[in-house]
Every structure is written in C-alpha cells, then in structure tokens.
C-alpha cells in the first residue's frame, strides 16, 4: 500500500525559509510524479510543484517559482520542497501527492494524483 507522509511544517517569519519532507512507503519514487499542493483557510487546494517521471523536469506555480525549489532522492524514497522568502500568503496546509500514470497536462490538477498525505501546517506570520 502506497503511503505518503509530510513533515517539516511549522510557524516562521516572513522573509525566512523552511523545507518540508514527503516521505514515500510502499513503493519507490521511480516512475511517480510528485508534486506539493497547498491549502490556505477557506481557499481551495492549489498545486504548488512537482516532478513530472518521464522527464525529471520540475514545474512550478507562478506565485512560487523563484523562491521555492522541489526535489527528490530516490534512494531516501524523500521528496523536498525548500521555501525560501516565505510570504504571509504561503500560509496553508501543504500536502504531498503522487501518481504513476499521470500524464504531463494534469500535473497542476488536484484530481490526476491518486496518492495523497495528510498534510503538514506552514504558517508564515509575524
């Protein structure tokens, strides 16, 4: 059974920065599409990034590329998100998703992921 696991969510400052973990049980990364998606209070979940598995490339929103960066070690079966420059407005739950069969023009949509954490509280306020 696949599993995905978040940590590394916790209060900060804006300007400052924070790494979040996906942890992976169940399978290997190879062959997955990762990606994080967030949450802020009464918003819908909103993709953030990912790492699409044909390619390797990574993807990212507008409103975070630049500051935020996504990456993976296989080996650790661990996928990153490094927030740097954190702003009031990355505040949310952020959640972990994985799928093997996602094609590239679904990667940013909430319903092409089959496989989901349950998510770990960033909250960026002075």
């Known amino acids: 059974q696949v599993q995905l696991a978040e940590s590394g969510g916790r209060l900060v400052e804006p300007g400052q920065s924070l790494k979040l973990s996906c942890t992976l049980s169940?399978?290997?990364?190879?062959?997955?599409?990762t990606a994080w998606f967030r949450q802020a209070p009464e918003k819908e979940r909103e993709f953030v990034a990912a790492?699409?598995?044909?390619?390797?490339?990574?993807y990212y929103a507008d409103s975070v590329k630049g500051r935020f960066t996504i990456s993976r070690d296989n080996t650790k079966n661990t996928m990153y998100l490094q927030m740097n420059s954190l702003k009031p407005e990355d505040t949310g739950i952020y959640y972990c998703?994985?799928?093997?069969?996602?094609?590239?023009?679904?990667?940013?949509?909430?319903?092409?992921?089959?496989?989901w954490g349950q998510g770990t509280q960033v909250t960026v306020s002075s």
């Open positions: 998703a994985g799928d093997s069969t996602i094609i590239l023009s679904s990667i940013r949509s909430i319903g092409g992921y089959d496989y």
């Open positions: 169940g399978r290997t990364f190879r062959g997955y599409t």
């Open positions: 790492i699409f598995r044909n390619s390797g490339n990574n």
